[in-house]
Structure formats: C-alpha cells, structure tokens
C-alpha cells in the first residue's frame, strides 16, 4: 500500500477537521462524524492507505445517495449474556463496527465471559485491525471478520466472481509499553490497486496474482483486470476468504455471494455488509501480568532474531504501522497527488475546503 | 499431501484394529486408545496422510521413552462460565484436544455463551480441522488454534527456526446433508515433505517455498533443506503464524519459541504443546433452520459457479475431504510402502502383527 513519490505531508489535525466536515455536513451529527473521521484516517496514519481517506469520496457519494443512514439507530437483538446480534439501521461501517465491539467488550467485561457479536445491515468499515485494538486496549484478545465489499474473487476452480477478498483481524495485547500484536490481512496474494499500476506500466505480474476471463492464470496485468484477483496460497486463500464471509454473514440477514451490492458501481441499494467481532478477556484465563511478561519474552526473542543478509530490523504483526502512525502524527499524513486531488474535488462539492 | 503410487488399500477396521492395540500396549487404556486411533485415522481417510498414521510410530516412541503419559488425569483451572484453562497431564495431543473441545461444547451448551477452552500440557494434537467438527456436529461454530511441534519458519526478515508452521481451523455447520464447511491450513507456503521430494527427484522448487542459510528464497530444493520454510503469503503468513502460535500458548504455560521441545529429535521432555479451541453456537444468533437455509444458498451457488477450463467440479472447503473420506471407508485406506514399512516396524517392536 504505498503512496506516490509527489507525496504531500498534511498535518493531521487538518485532515480531521477536513474529514470531519465532510461527514457533518453530509447530516452525520459532530461526536460520531469524528469518531468515523478518526477511524478512517487512523488507515493512513498506519500507512495503510488503501483503506483510508482514498475512500471519502465514496462513502460522501453513498450519503449523499441516501444509500447510507448518517444518523443510524443501532439496535440489539438476541441480546444474550455473552452474544447478540446488532442491526446497524444502515449507517457508516466504522460507526457500527466500533459500537458493535464496544459492545462485545462491555458485555465481556460484565459477565465475565468471551463474548460475540454479529452485525446485519452494516457498510464498509475500513481496516479490520481498528476493531482489534479496542479489544486490545481492554487487556483482551480480539477478532474481527468482515464480508468485501466488491467481488473480485472466484471459489477455486471457478471463474465467476462471487467471492470478496474478505478481511479479517486477530490480535492480542502487547508487552508492557509495547503496541498491541496484530494480524490484519484480506485473503488475495496482491491487492488490485497493484495490477493496475502494473498495467500502467506495460509490467508483467507473476503468476498467483491474478486469472484472465477464462479462469486461468495470467502474467498479463491488461487479462488479469478483465478476470479476477488469486487467493493467497490458493486453495488455502479461498477457503480462508469463503469462511471469513460466512463467518461474517450467515448467523444475520446480511448479504453474501451473488447477492452482494457493490460499493461503487450500486449507489440505488443499501449494503447490508455484516461483521463478527469477537473477545476473549485475557484475565479469565491467566493474570494480566503473566499474560503480559509472556509477550515481553516473545517481543524480545523475535525482535533479537539472527537477521537475513541485509535486514535491519525485525518486527512484530502490527508494529510497523504504529511506528508510521507515530511518524504520521507528529510529520504530517502522506497523501499522494491523486488522492488529494479526489478529497479536494469531494470537499468542493461540499463546500468545504481542503488543507493547502 | 499425496501418496505414492504403490500405494496398497488398508481396510478400515483392521487399520484401526492395529494402532489402538499399538497404544493400547503402550499402556493407554481401552476407550482411549480406540478415541486416539479413530482421530489419528480420521486424518487418513480424510487423505491429509500428513497428519494420520505416518505419525503412529513417533506417538510409539514419545510414548516408550516416558515423554507422553498414556494415562493422563486431564485436569480444569480457571474454570468459568464460557472459559477454562485445561491441564493436559501430558496426554495424547488427539485425546487433550477431544476433551478440551468437549468441555468446551458442553459449558456453551448449559451456559449459551461463546467458549473458548485454553489447553496446556498437551501433545502434537493431529489435523485441527477434526476438533471443529466436533463442534459442528453439535451446531456450534467452531475455531481450533494450535503450536507447532517443531520450528522451521523465522520472524520475516529472520533466519532463525523460532517459529512453528501453526495450524489452525475455523468451521461451521454445512446446509443439511451436507458435510461442515472447514478451513483447516498451516502457515507455510508449501510443506517441507515437498522439498525433500524435489531434492530427491533433482528439481528445482519455486522460489517462495523456502529461504537457504542466509534467509535468502532459494530455488535450490537442497539449499532450502538447510534452510527455512518460507510462510504463506511472506509477511501475511508470518503475521498469521506468530498470531495462532501466540493465541495458542500466551494464556498458560505452554511453550513457545525457542522453547518448543521438537516432536522427533526430543525424546527426554514433555512438550508442553498449547491449544486454544473455541465454540459459538449457532442458536445464539439466530435459528439453526435459518443458518441452515443460508448455507444452502451458498453451497448451491459456490458448486454452481461457472468453471475455469478444464475443471469437473467446484468443492467447499472439506467437502473433498468429507469425500475421500466415504470412500476410503468402503474401499480402504490408500498406503504408500514407506508408511507401511513403518508401521510393520513399529507394530513388530511392540509385538503387533500388522495386517497384511
């Protein structure tokens, strides 16, 4: 996920205040326009761009649509003493997510036992490792499961796109002092975006990133944008992809496979996205301070590893994008051209300005 | 994980016959030689030979030199109302990993909360997959986490064995009639059984497979076997290893790490093995009719999908399995001659006549 070398710094407080807006004056009331904001532009403070403000425009157009409710009232069903089942009333997919595991929390918390939440009626929610670390700052293990929003992949064997590349986030509480140990990955080898830069450049891809219309790999990024992204490790990847989406789906009435309503190109329908956020109190099972000096003896083991020829450091899942977020705040956000070209277009529309 | 093409057909029954008699006079009792024998031959059937009998002689082994206790008293701490910690007692992983996951349906059933059941002091376990099922066929879904007994992949960036290839599953109840949907996959690329073979055939190996001492890929099958086994995915697989392994190990005593006491080359120490299997049953959500109904839909649609070229038919993930598996029952277990030397082997040390 890596931004062009035209790069611009913007200061976050700006890009905030300017998200911000954007969601409020789109009729999102103050304190839950800046919780989305917030959690969008914590993607690019991670340097995880793909799932940041890249994807205001969209989300603004989907208001704008009346496809997405700014103002949700978000319900509970089969309320239970460690799961329930929240309808999100269509509103924005960080809103949800992050009340959803608030949620999941609370309830763990209370009852003192793991606790699972399934959520109907949702939109995208951007990176599935934000929900994670909720978890993680409650001194507990968290799980989060979503549906893509767009189907680019087939089951194995097919080459009918009814699959997402459907993301997923585990993660525990780090040592003492130390960010949290999280996995956050989707279930392609390569992301799109990447293909198409390949395309753009007359570059061959290898050979596992992509399928042409008939089904079968190709190294011809122009074949692979007609066809359809690979699952990681192939069958490996689809299975994972596949049971990521009905972990996420199939307990609720949220959409799945052919059903599925595409985040850009469907602006007459609601998306109905569903998610499975999970948590399991680490203290049910060990002390936190055990818990704790366990990942400091895992922390130092990886980080002192014998290195490859020409690596400088090792790192641990999750580490990296909180040395970035750390950069990103205090030097600015790195946006590219492009990008700032979009928010800027999206903020005009609006009447609002972007930060020169 | 293919078998060779001498491979000769073992009826079931006598396959069975023949490796609970081999725990059963290594001191196992009855009912739990024959629950080990089933899961363990499960594997087979199954055609994941990694991880069925092929293992029967180093179990044989750990079990002769006092490492495994064949009479193990399986012991709850921390026991909650969707929680426990389960001491092993240095049991069979396969028999730890059944009563852990039953200990687990059971407090979700009586409680109707989400369980999760972290186990210490246990075993090499088997296919995780076969702990899931137990939880499908209880209509729960289900998640199995686990360690792996031996270290050949590194930290990304390392060239350390510091990390184990750490399986995990997670699987839900399938449409009626139908087998449940599971994902069950290790971390690496590809497993180190296919660059021996490509080491004794003369061939080179893709150049993700694997890192030679340096902790540079390498196409060198003979390299790579000094080497390292490179993750599924680079920094995906690393991030997905470390996270199961951790998740499996952080909330008890099991070892991790440098550590891990290796499967074959340790006969002196217990391998403290972790696990961590969890439950979420299905009627907390919603209806199983629902769920059901749901699951349909996508396993009419998934098997539907227009093919690639050249490919019969569209499987679910462990629908191949749940195939192999009815067959092999009918026709027998397929065995190559080098397991079955093996197995004549070590039936012979003990006294037990291998069936012909």
């Not at 403070?45 to 997405?68: C, N, Q, T, W």
């Not at 194995?156 to 960010?179: D, I, Q, V």
Request: charged letters at 20%; glycine letters at 12%; aromatic letters at 6%.
């Amino acid at each position: 996920m890596s931004q062009d070398a035209n790069a611009s710094l913007i200061p976050y407080p700006e890009l905030l205040g300017f998200t911000t807006k954007v969601f409020k004056s789109l009729k999102v009331p103050d304190l839950e326009a800046e919780l989305v904001a917030e959690s969008l532009i914590d993607a690019d403070l991670k340097g995880i761009f793909s799932h940041g403000v890249v994807r205001l425009p969209v989300y603004a157009e989907r208001l704008k649509a009346g496809v997405i409710n700014p103002i949700p009232e978000i319900k509970r069903r089969r309320d239970g003493l460690g799961s329930c089942v929240i309808d999100g009333d269509n509103g924005l997919g960080h809103l949800v997510g992050i009340r959803a595991m608030e949620i999941a929390i609370d309830k763990a918390a209370t009852n003192s036992v793991p606790t699972f939440v399934a959520v109907e009626r949702s939109n995208h929610f951007g990176a599935a490792g934000y929900f994670v670390e909720q978890a993680t700052r409650a001194e507990m293990i968290g799980f989060s499961f979503t549906v893509g929003a767009i189907n680019h992949m087939a089951p194995w064997g097919g080459r009918e796109a009814l699959l997402g590349n459907n993301p997923f986030a585990m993660g525990l509480p780090g040592a003492k002092g130390e960010p949290p140990v999280i996995l956050d990955m989707a279930c392609s080898v390569a992301a799109r975006g990447k293909i198409i830069v390949a395309a753009r450049n007359g570059e061959a891809i290898p050979d596992d990133w992509a399928l042409d219309e008939r089904g079968h790999p190709t190294t011809d990024p122009v074949e692979a944008l007609k066809g359809l992204v690979q699952p990681v490790g192939g069958p490996k990847g689809y299975a994972l992809t596949l049971v990521v989406g009905l972990l996420s789906t199939m307990m609720t009435s949220a959409l799945f496979g052919s059903q599925l309503r595409h985040l850009y190109d469907d602006m007459e329908n609601e998306q109905n996205s569903g998610h499975l956020m999970g948590v399991l109190p680490v203290d049910l099972f060990t002390s936190n301070e055990s818990f704790g000096t366990r990942m400091r003896e895992v922390s130092d083991e990886m980080h002192g590893a014998e290195r490859a020829d020409g690596v400088d450091s090792i790192y641990l899942p999750g580490e990296r994008e909180s040395l970035a977020r750390a950069r990103a705040l205090k030097d600015g956000v790195p946006m590219g051209e492009g990008v700032v070209g979009d928010l800027i277009e999206c903020g005009r529309s609006l009447g609002i300005k972007f930060p020169a």
